[in-house]
């Protein structure tokens, strides 16, 4: 259980968030506002009216999305008999393994295409090809929630994320970083190959040619964040 000068003291009463993520680092982030910005400026973009562009303190990569603390209680308490006492003693466990399960060192990841995301496409993402360091840390990762879900009780692991919302998505990883919501124009048409520069960086384009002023994704590096989702709900 957490003691009340840890600094994760607290996030039981608040119902908070928890994630297994990462960030760009301030090199890579630049990069990424760059892109949105690059996007933003294309008419075709914003022909079903302007997207809501995610702010910076809020870009990131997730590994695992947990969702509130004390709505995830309420599916694992129905779904089993685990008292309140015994829940926040797991949750506590399963913060500590999955902040352990995270990567010690940055993790380069090179961009794979612009997609979109949601049950009617209105989520901007890019995706990025998975690297061996980022599936490794999502196996871990993986692996703490589902020994946290059996602790609660949970006997058929597989079947309680498949049905439940905030865990669906969670044995599979697909890594994106979402630029936008609300989107409803029309994505670029990629290219692919070296860039004018001499393209060691990536091999995607958004635009008619590379070095006609096209939209070049960069590489992405990312670092660990808390578990704990430092915003407020």
């Known amino acids: 259980m957490a003691l009340p000068e840890s600094p994760l003291a607290g996030y039981l009463s608040g119902n908070r968030r928890l994630y297994a993520q990462m960030r760009p680092d301030a090199g890579s982030l630049e990069l990424v ?17 302007r997207p809501r562009w995610i702010p910076e303190r809020q870009i990131h990569l997730t590994l695992i999305h947990f969702g509130k603390v004390r ?8 779904a ?19 902040e352990a399960a995270m990567p010690r060192e940055p993790i380069l990841l090179e961009p794979a295409v612009l997609s979109r995301f949601g049950r009617h496409g209105r989520t901007l993402v890019l995706e990025y090809f998975p690297s061996s360091a980022l599936l490794q ?15 609660c009780g949970i006997t058929d692991v597989d079947a309680f994320t498949a049905a439940d919302p905030n865990f669906m998505y969670a044995s599979t990883l ?16 990629p290219v692919r190959g070296s860039s004018a520069s001499g393209g060691s960086r990536h091999g995607v384009h958004y635009g008619s040619a590379p070095g006609d002023g096209s939209i ?6 990312l670092e660990s964040m808390p578990v704990v989702y430092p915003g407020v709900d």
């Open 33 to 49: 506002l760059a892109l949105q910005q690059g996007l933003a400026a294309l008419a075709r973009v914003n022909d079903g009216g």
């Open 71 to 78: 709505d995830v209680y309420a599916a694992v308490s129905a």
């Open 80 to 98: 089993g008999s685990i008292s309140w006492d015994e829940y926040e003693d797991r949750l506590a466990d399963y913060v500590a393994a999955t």
């Open 137 to 151: 840390a999502h196996e871990r990762a993986y692996a703490a929630l589902e020994l946290f879900l059996t602790n």
């Open 174 to 189: 697909r890594p994106h970083i979402t630029l936008a919501r609300g989107f409803a124009g029309t994505l670029p048409a």
């Open 216 to 221: 070049i994704p960069a590489r992405v590096r």
